[in-house]
């Protein structure tokens, strides 16, 4: 083939020959194709018909195929032609033979079976068979007994899980109802603590600071019942671990969304009217910075309490714009060293500040220092910013940016009821204490270790704060650091308390973790007493406006007094007999300008002179207003009102000829120790001041106080007590508030000579000390102890009383020795000081304040 080829490519020219040739090799190609397709050949689209011989079709389209080619190109498609018959013809051959050993295979299985069959032993197989078919039945019934048994297991099972489940349903209702109960007993417990005004501690525990090894944590686990488990490896037994409760606790990955959340009704509460107190402790480096101010104002996740209670007070008052209208400004100030620096103060001097406790309606403790209104949350994140920068912080080896004071930032909400004209003032302190530090730990040196030992000093000051708190103490020292002073208010008054306890997680500081704990452990216990809120609502108008009608009132019967002391002056009453004549003058007040001349027993006289038709009329309704006044503070407060200096006439004596003189505090609620104070009011009916005293009235006293003072060493604790929690009452008083209170002569000198006299005096005890003077007078009755009186008296300029004027004449009766009692001589002449009179003599007051309980 290959060589007809060549020949072919060697002689090719397309004649009649050639033609013959192509027609040639048709024949065999297509007889070789035939053979593969039997009935029908697709061949270039064209059908050819099962035959042997190439038709005539077949052989134009071979020619027109091959009639344009060259002998080269002729060859190469024949060959391709072949190469494709030959490999048809060769995969066919595999085919064939395939399928021949296929039937071979088929062909001699049949074979071995057949031979098998033919072989094997009817007998031999029978009894294989028999033992087969045994060794079935036994298997049968085996697995029929398993199949039982399973069943039985199983309906054992699901009685049993039904059983169960029935139980565990049961335990989940009990587990739910001890939820419920449980729940309910925490509410509860939390109403109870919010009557007792508790101080609410929160617990936070930073997480690991990069760097630190956190394998070895001392906090073992955080619960949601507020307790945290604290765990000590290099202990054994018992003291291994120790569980601390508290009102919430927040664990490593607490956001400090979620801790603002559980703070935020308190921090809301500010807008009806309640001073609220936040505050961090804990040992330096522990999160408290971080709990208040957060690592970064730019961010409002990482924001801390003071900026979200800011945004938030700001959200309410505007949800609440069309019933309130409230005005918020912020206050920042720093203890540091002991000093008040104010954090808003920019001019760069160093002003020193003053604390002030009780005495701010408005409940700024430090009202010298800067109050900036705010209205937006850009003002506060632009003031605090400055206020941070303006901070005192230093880097010590435990904390890189330590606090090296105490911050205090001060929220004022005054708000202001639309509809009824109600006015509320709230108060919110948020401060972040400096951190205790121990020195060899810090290393702290030079302006560092100044400024710790303030710290740690000022810290230390108030654990005996919250000690003497605790343990419910009649003495607590609040005056020992100007942290104390400045939480007297929050700590001791009607203020909410929270304090966030921090501590750090790790092994080294466990010693400081665990006396954090503890002292926040007792912070809990410390009862406030149930928090008020500052309102000003329309029962306060009334009284205000009923205050206002008793000044006038006064202020009228102070110019009657004067007139009638002229009036006497000129008519010359030394002649009577004094016990009338102090009766004629009583009589004389009441009827201004028509002296009494008559010998009509004085006593009916003095009584119906004094309840005489002249006197305006007091409103009917002030005995009940009164008992509205339920608080010490509230109490002082309308007295000093009442009784102001403006109403006072010159003389410093008041008369209020009144049906209402007598009043009565009455405190149902309060802790123990409010208690106590509101007892020893109780005790005292105060009056509406009686500055015109008979002679019987002054033999009572004196008896009183004789009897006082020898009963007084006597007396138990509490009876002590109830005297001694006056004294804040008496000492913060001016004379005229001591007027105000109006203790009755036997009350008043009771409580002095009870007291040995000094604690009744303050800076105005010269003013205080007249007063006392001027009540001895009416006891004054020789000419001898006149005199001396007199001289006591007017020794002071300016203190022309009332009483010193009309009994600058002789007085017959029988000296009763008021300030030493038993004794027949005038206190000065014997030389028995009046209270407070050596002190000033000595050229000073005495300044020293009482330390409020
Ligand atoms: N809850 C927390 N999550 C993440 N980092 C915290 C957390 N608490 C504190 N830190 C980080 O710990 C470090 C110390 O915190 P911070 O300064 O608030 O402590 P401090 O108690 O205020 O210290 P000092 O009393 O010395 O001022 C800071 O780097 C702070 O970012």
């Keep these: 083939m290959a060589k007809s080829l060549k020949e072919a490519q060697r002689t090719w020219t397309f004649s009649d020959s050639n033609v013959a040739w192509v027609e040639h090799i048709c024949y065999k190609f297509v007889d070789t194709f035939m053979t593969k397709a039997k009935n029908a050949v697709v061949i270039s689209g064209f059908r050819i018909p099962n035959t042997n011989l190439p038709c005539e079709a077949l052989l134009k389209v071979v020619m027109a195929v091959l009639g344009d080619k060259n002998p080269e190109e002729v060859a190469m498609l024949v060959e391709s032609m072949l190469n494709k018959a030959i490999k048809e013809c060769s995969n066919q051959l595999v085919e064939l033979r395939e399928q021949g050993r296929e039937r071979e295979r088929e062909g001699s299985l049949e074979q071995f079976s057949k031979l098998q069959v033919k072989d094997i032993d009817p007998t031999h197989l029978a009894a294989r068979l028999g033992i087969q078919d045994k060794e079935l039945k036994e298997l049968k019934f085996a697995l029929e007994a398993i199949r039982v048994q399973f069943k039985k297991a199983q309906h054992d099972w699901s009685q049993q899980i039904a059983a169960i489940d029935g139980k565990l349903h049961g335990i989940s209702e009990v587990a739910a109802e001890y939820q419920k109960v449980a729940a309910e007993n925490r509410e509860l417990y939390n109403i109870i603590q919010e009557l007792k005004g508790n101080i609410r501690v929160y617990c936070r525990v930073r997480p690991f600071l990069p760097g630190q090894n956190s394998y070895l944590s001392t906090v073992e686990s955080v619960r949601d019942d507020g307790s945290i488990v604290i765990f000590n490896p290099l202990k054994q037994g018992k003291e291994q671990r120790r569980v601390f409760s508290f009102n919430k606790v927040f664990g490593p990955s607490a956001t400090q969304e979620r801790v603002f959340l559980d703070t935020q009704p308190l921090i809301r509460s500010v807008l009806d009217g309640y001073n609220v107190c936040i505050f961090a402790y804990g040992q330096t480096g522990s999160g408290k910075t971080y709990t208040m101010s957060g690592p970064n104002s730019t961010s409002q996740d990482d924001w801390g309490v003071n900026y979200r209670a800011l945004n938030d007070l700001f959200e309410i008052c505007e949800l609440r714009r069309k019933v309130m209208q409230y005005d918020i400004s912020v206050q920042m100030i720093e203890i540091y060293n002991e000093q008040v620096r104010d954090l808003f103060n920019m001019d760069g001097s160093n002003k020193k500040f003053e604390i002030r406790n009780n005495s701010q309606q408005n409940g700024l403790n430090v009202p010298d220092a800067k109050l900036l209104p705010v ?226 027993p004085m006593d009916e006289k003095l009584d119906s002179k004094i309840m005489s038709s002249q006197d305006p009329p007091v409103p009917s309704n002030l005995n009940s207003s009164i008992g509205f006044y339920k608080t010490e503070a509230a109490m002082k407060q309308w007295a000093s009102e009442a009784i102001s200096p403006e109403s006072q006439s010159s003389s410093g004596s008041v008369l209020v000829a009144s049906p209402v003189s007598t009043m009565r505090i009455e405190s149902k609620t309060g802790s123990k120790k409010n208690k106590i104070r509101h007892d020893s009011f109780d005790e005292l009916d105060l009056m509406f001041p009686r500055h015109v005293y008979g002679y019987e009235e002054m033999v009572e006293v004196e008896k009183a106080v004789t009897t006082s003072s020898r009963n007084f060493s006597n007396r138990d604790e509490s009876s002590k007590l109830s005297g001694l929690n006056l004294l804040p009452i008496v000492k913060s008083s001016s004379t005229r508030d001591l007027r105000a209170l109006s203790l009755t002569p036997v009350q008043l000198m009771t409580k002095i000579t009870a007291d040995g006299g000094e604690n009744y005096f303050t800076e105005d005890d010269e003013t205080i000390s007249s007063y006392s003077e001027a009540d001895s007078w009416h006891t004054a009755t020789t000419d001898h102890d006149m005199s001396a009186a007199s001289h006591g008296h007017r020794r002071k300029e300016g203190n022309k009383g009332f009483r010193g004027q009309q009994f600058s004449g002789h007085i017959s009766k029988k000296p009763v020795g008021l300030l030493t009692p038993g004794r027949s001589e005038s206190p000065r002449k014997s030389g028995t000081s009046l209270p407070g009179e050596a002190k000033r003599r000595g050229g000073k007051a005495a300044t020293k304040m009482p330390v409020s309980t």
């Design 375 to 600: 209205t937006s949350t850009e003002d506060v994140l632009h003031l605090m910013d400055l206020g941070q920068s303006n901070r005192a912080v230093g880097a010590t080896a435990l904390n890189e940016r330590s606090s090296r004071s105490h911050s205090v930032l001060t929220v004022h909400a005054k708000g202001v009821d639309l509809a009824s004209g109600c006015v509320t003032r709230g108060c919110l302190h948020l401060i972040d204490l400096a951190g205790s530090e121990r020195v060899d730990k810090s290393e702290a040196t030079g302006d560092r270790l100044k400024e710790a030992q303030h710290i740690n000093k000022s810290l230390s000051a108030l654990g005996d704060v919250i000690a003497a708190l605790a343990q419910k103490s009649p003495h607590v020292p609040y005056r020992n650091s100007k942290l104390t002073q400045l939480l007297q208010d929050s700590l001791g008054g009607q203020a909410k308390t929270l304090m966030f306890v921090h501590i750090s997680p790790d092994l080294e500081s466990y010693g400081e973790t665990m006396s954090t704990l503890k002292f926040a452990e007792r912070v809990a216990t410390v009862e406030l007493g149930a928090a008020h809120a500052n309102k000003d609502n329309g029962d306060v108008k009334e009284l205000k406006n009923q205050v206002a009608f008793l000044k006038d009132a006064l202020a009228k019967k102070d110019v009657e007094i004067e007139l009638l002391q002229e009036e006497f002056r000129l008519r010359g009453l030394e002649t009577m007999h004094d016990k009338q004549r102090a009766k004629a003058l009583m009589a004389g007040l009441s009827t201004m300008n028509k002296p009494d001349h008559s010998d009509s």
